[in-house]
């Protein structure tokens, strides 16, 4: 008797807990596109129904995952465009067998992620959508935007301290490959970039505004279709974070950056419609969005850690994502006067 892959056996325990727990009998189960730590996979029914069922590593906390999920929820009764949620016969969002746990939502058809794709109308669309997000977990009962101390992406001391440490095992541990000898030069180099970065944020303000955000606002969790926002998906479990600090991860994406070169008039048209939705942002604060995504790359350790802390070698799509991250980070400083002019123009 043959045994079973381990493929063969998440694709058996994925379709045992499809049927018992969440009431669907699939005549097919195939691998989909992955994220950065969860297993993804395309169930298809009978009658054609499609579905998005993600399935997340080893430790993960099943309540944090049901959290998220109900955060996903919220975001569409707010009517943020969301991948419908399939819950289970006993009204959960979330269910578990063995150590597998999985959610399941509507699968989202003719759809390609934001990353490097913001063209167009597509730059309003996104600022519509984000900012009908925010103003919509702003009234969830887990608190009110208010002003706070700077967001922790943008915590130079605290930056500086993770980018010493990561240099000092650089410096313990030769590296043989050319991307692990160019992550610890580059970590080098961000040390040294450290008054860049203070200097960028002397024009944000002190406090900025704090709310409830996705927590993983990014190009791939952000899904288009045609010249509209066909999804948001991915949530986090409920988190404060700098509304301004997420709004740049996603409108400031290095793909786009890089991909786009009229991305500050982009982002001057994303940002005033993000505004006329959630004006509790000041405008003072939305202007210094290019600075604090600046500085966040800049001093950011990740990926460059992943050499040091990832569970094997690197492959090629994460270290062009890191050389992307540094050469974005440039362009946005390079460019920095250009875009704050589009964002007043656009938004006084």
Known sequence: MTSLSAFETEIARVTLLLASDFGIVPVAVEQGPSGTATRNYLAAEADGTRWFVKTYPPGSVLEAVEEAARLSEYARLCRVPVAAARPTLEGRLTASYRGLIMTVARYVPDAVTAD???????????????????????????????????????????????????????????????????????????????????RLLTGVPRAMVSQLVHGDLSGPNVLLRGEGVAAVVDFHPPVRRGAVWELGRLALDPRTVLAQPDWPQGLGRLAAAYHALHPVVPVQELVGVVRVTAAALLMSVYPLDAVLEGPGPVDASLEQYARDRYEAAAVLCDRLDEAEEALRDRLT
């Open 116 to 198: 490097g794709r913001l063209t167009g109308r597509r730059w309003e669309a996104v600022g519509e959508a984000i900012g009908r997000l925010h103003c919509g977990l702003a009234r969830h009962e887990f608190g009110p935007p208010r002003p706070g101390p700077a967001d922790k992406a943008i915590d130079l001391a605290r930056a500086a301290v993770r980018l010493e440490s990561l240099a000092s095992r650089y410096a313990a541990t030769p590296q043989v490959t050319a991307f692990g000898r160019w992550a610890a030069e580059t970590t080098r180099e961000k040390l040294a970039r450290l008054a860049e970065a203070e």
